[in-house]
């Protein structure tokens, strides 16, 4: 097996294969599921060839090969919305791809965040209320990953993401001023209403930060999660 390595640290890509071991298909294709590394939203299948695949690790951005033209193609060469790939995994068979990148923009040429639909009637109550209460962080994630990729008019999320990191800061700061506010007042209605928004603001700056709630998570998990005494 080769050590070759096919992009530098600066990329920070990090890969569970070297390229000998892919088993392309008859067509000389494999698929490549792509996930948004933050919010971990499957936002498109695509299909790479050989060279495809070597351009995605080379440059640390993907790069498909299109079926229907039959040619290969960057992923936002000509929309400037990129992916840029922070992970890359080959499954156990060899011949499928799952690849975690950050988006630039909206991964569907339709302009939209996934090229999936969305389950009809879902919202974040309905989540919530399905007993799994945490799993509305990871639903909330998925929006506002959705809010920086499409940018729709009249958001305030999207005006939160066009403003930059100085007014998510502002706001990141206001919250929590407002959350010590109730807490001192022993208002449990207000210091509920509170946290729900700085928690809100936070993942907002997550996003913003490039970094995964997930990553928060685990650093929790490595400093509370065997410690019963903390």
């Known amino acids: 097996m080769s050590d070759e390595k096919y992009v530098d ?17 008859h067509a000389g294709l494999i698929p490549a599921v792509v996930q948004d590394y933050q919010s971990k939203e499957v936002i498109t299948l695509a299909y790479m060839n050989r060279e495809s695949l070597e351009q995605s690790l080379k440059s640390g951005e993907t790069w498909f090969y299109s079926r229907s033209r039959q040619e290969l193609w960057h992923k936002g060469a000509t929309s400037g919305n990129t992916q840029r790939i922070v992970e890359m995994r080959l499954d156990c068979d060899q011949d499928a791809l799952v690849v975690l990148v950050e988006p630039a923009g909206p991964a569907c ?4 965040y996934s090229c999936f639909t969305k389950v009809t009637g879902e919202d974040t109550h309905q989540v919530a209320s399905h007993g799994d209460r945490f799993a509305i962080i990871n639903r909330l994630e998925q929006v506002i990953a959705e809010r920086d990729a499409e940018r729709p008019e009249g958001s305030y999320t999207t005006y939160l993401f066009e403003e930059g990191v100085d007014k ?11 959350v010590i506010i109730a807490a001192k007042n022993r208002d449990k209605e ?34 509370h999660g065997g410690a019963k005494g903390k």
């Open 9 to 25: 640290d600066e990329n920070g890509l990090d890969v569970n294969f070297q390229l000998e071991t892919v088993k392309f298909d």
């Open 109 to 112: 040429h339709t302009g939209t």
């Open 168 to 178: 998510i800061l502002k706001k990141v700061g206001e919250e929590a001023s407002e």
């Open 190 to 223: 207000e210091l509920t209403w509170e946290s729900a928004d700085l928690l809100f603001h936070m993942l907002v700056l997550l996003r913003e930060q490039g970094l995964p709630i997930d990553a928060v998570l685990e650093r929790l998990g490595e400093r």
